[in-house]
């Protein structure tokens, strides 16, 4: 069979491949300690799901307009409104079947052949695979972990040729936890007004952050920039709803009926019991995400501070998101039960066969250095897994 060109340009998602492997093992009566997730363990918060109820019951159960109800979208505007200070028409909000749907639609409606889109690293892996889904090319941007994993102006606009249209800033980041401060967005802003880039901003983290840190989007820091950003986001993370497919984009009217119309053409309106729960969860959330950040912060410390104790491993401290992003250097070219540990997929195999600790390696971030470990699972666990893995690494030669 002769499939499309396009399909031998990507993977199947790694961090779901690993999440899917660990959950196999486990099912074999294996003990394993899951670190790949990449959604929280908490359930959904029970308003939401009483929304969601109430819609079956009501028979809410149909076709809706394809880019969303009304009440969804209005509550996303207001949402923007009343917290990043921008004014959305509803007209400029599409509802999509999770906030990755909604990057999929922007990167067929804005992307073709030659275009260019540059992603800073370590990313989360999707951007690259939809760029080049729809035959655009990703450039990738390098950071350091001494600087915070910071954009700054001249690096980016270093890499910026005619072909360039988007950069996708993602704060708090997948995987690195970074948040950026307003001066590192201002920078990015600057470059993107001077040479005429869409900002794919991805904020799906913004209600999980740290010590009073508060969320700056990039659209707030004024109407040039606003008009040239995208706004992505959605509902996983923040209310603990990753199965309910709800995420959005918000946006330049054009582009955003651009997308609408993909999606009109494609999988239609995201489901209309999910869209009611959504609402809710934008209407009545706020305290159950405070209390859930609260305890992904004590898990943030003690996973961060027990991986610096580990010998070869050194951890900066997240600012947001839900994963511990350590240094794994002073591993790799050590030695395992099968051969030289020279990679982060290496260490992630020796971990996951030999001491039944799933992480996800940091490759498909575009890191040779790290791996990926999620603290949304349980204390016990946590403590449980740093453990083995010192033990684990202690027995390398
Ligand atoms: C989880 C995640 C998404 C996708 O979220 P959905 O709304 O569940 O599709 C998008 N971006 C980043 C960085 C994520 O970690």
Same mark, same amino acid.
């Given at each position: ?167 996708? +800033?993602? !704060? ?7 948040? #950026? @401060?307003? %001066?590192?967005?201002?920078? *990015? /802003? &600057? ?7 869409? +900002?794919? !901003? ?7 952050? #740290? @010590?009073? %840190?508060?969320?700056?989007? *990039? /659209? &707030? ?27 959005? /984009? ?148």
């Amino acid at each position: 069979m002769k499939l499309a060109a396009r399909v031998s340009r990507i993977a199947p998602s790694p961090t779901l491949a690993m999440a899917a492997k660990a959950k196999a093992m486990a099912a074999q009566g294996l003990d394993v300690i899951d670190f790949s997730a990449g959604e929280p363990d908490f359930d959904t918060p029970a308003p939401v799901k009483a929304a969601a109820e109430e819609a079956i019951r009501a028979g809410f159960t149909k076709y809706t307009p394809s880019s969303g109800i009304d009440e969804l979208r209005g509550a996303i505007a207001e949402k923007l409104q009343a917290e990043l200070g921008v004014h959305y028409d509803k007209s400029q909000v599409l509802v999509s079947c999770g906030a990755k749907h909604s990057l999929y639609n922007l990167a067929e409606a804005f992307l073709e052949a030659g275009d260019e889109i540059i992603i800073p690293i370590p990313y989360w892996v999707s951007y690259s695979d939809q760029a080049l889904l729809n035959d655009a090319t990703p450039i990738l941007l390098d950071t350091t972990e001494e600087q915070g994993y910071a954009v700054h102006a001249a690096p980016l606009e270093r890499l910026i040729t005619p072909r360039t249209k988007a950069i996708i +800033v993602n !704060s708090p980041c997948n995987p690195t936890g970074a948040a #950026y @401060d307003r %001066a590192t967005l201002e920078e *990015i /802003a &600057s470059v993107a007004v001077r040479h005429d880039l869409l +900002v794919i !901003s991805d904020e799906i983290y913004e209600k999980i952050l #740290y @010590d009073g %840190a508060v969320h700056v989007s *990039i /659209a &707030s820091l004024g109407p040039e920039i606003a008009a040239r950003t995208v706004i992505i986001n959605g509902v996983s993370k923040a209310y603990a709803m990753t199965g309910w497919r709800i995420g959005y /984009a918000a946006g330049p009217k054009e582009l955003i009926t651009a997308m609408a119309n993909i999606q009109s053409q494609s999988t239609s309106n995201p489901c209309s019991i999910a869209q009611k729960a959504a609402v809710a969860a934008l209407r009545l959330g706020e305290p159950f995400t405070i209390k859930m950040v609260e305890e992904f912060s004590r898990r943030r410390t003690t996973i961060v501070n027990g991986l610096n104790k580990i010998p070869g491993v050194s951890c900066r401290m997240p600012q947001g998101a839900f994963y511990a992003f350590p240094n794994i250097k002073g591993v790799l070219g050590k030695q395992g039960p099968s051969g030289m540990l020279e990679t982060p997929n290496d260490v992630a195999q020796y971990l996951l066969n030999e001491a039944q600790i799933a992480t996800v390696p940091g490759e498909p971030f575009g890191s040779r250095e790290h791996l990926r470990l999620s603290y949304a699972t349980g204390m016990t666990s946590i403590l449980r897994g740093l453990e083995r893995l010192e033990q684990a690494f202690a027995k390398l030669t």
